[in-house]
């Protein structure tokens, strides 16, 4: 079962209003959740009438399976997207306080300032979510876009995920996502982001 993870914080993010937040978590990563249990729910019936025999299995152009399947990445992804969104916000933007990501970060960019003037732009150039990830492959921070929930560079484990969707921003900021951007920056807890730094960092693939 898919949980529903409370926000992490309780006040007003400066930019990012109570009621954006209520809808972004509360209607919308909640319908991924609940979306999440009932698909699984539906492919676990479904899996024991494939294996009975007494249902039809997968079909490239439609099937039962194949619905249930596609809608499987995208619900489960939109759940976890949005608990590394969530999840790192609430803070004070200072990003000396994630000293390793930091040093990581300058390193592979030249300083923080110049990365989040890369990321920024990625954002903007993206249709759902762009994504600062550790790559378990590689072993060094990529960055990613992602026009779906769905699209995903697989053994990669998020650090920075922000959400670009207009439903994140178009109630405080209307279109304009630069705006939006910024304040994104400033709600950032760095705390949190360091950790999950140094918990992808260690994991020996
Ligand atoms: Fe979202």
Not at 143 to 153: E, F, L, R, S
Not at 170 to 196: M, P, Q, T
Request: charged letters at 25%; a negative charge.
């Amino acid at each position: 079962m898919y949980e529903l993870k409370p926000l992490p914080f309780d006040k007003e993010l400066d930019g990012i209003s109570t009621k954006t937040n209520e809808i972004h978590h509360g209607k919308l990563y909640k319908g991924y959740v609940d979306k999440a249990n009932e698909i699984g729910d539906e492919l676990g019936k479904l899996r024991n009438e494939i294996i009975a025999g007494t249902a039809p299995g997968g079909n490239t152009t439609y099937s039962k399976l194949r619905a249930l399947k596609l809608g499987e990445t995208f619900a489960v992804n939109g759940v976890y997207l949005h608990e590394w969104f969530f999840g790192a916000l609430g803070g004070d933007g200072d990003y000396k306080k994630a000293p390793e990501l930091a040093a990581a970060i300058s390193e592979k960019w030249g300083s923080a300032e110049n990365f989040q003037k890369y990321f920024g732009e990625c954002a903007m150039a993206a249709r759902g979510w762009t994504v600062l990830a550790w790559d378990l492959h590689e072993k060094r921070l990529k960055q990613y876009n992602g026009d779906t929930h769905d699209h995903a560079v697989w053994g990669c484990i998020p650090i920075i995920a922000l959400d670009v969707y207009e439903h994140a921003y178009f109630i405080d900021h209307g279109s304009d996502r630069k705006a939006y951007i910024a304040v994104f920056w400033k709600n950032l807890n760095w705390e949190v982001l360091e950790e999950y730094y140094k918990k992808a960092k260690v994991i020996d693939f």
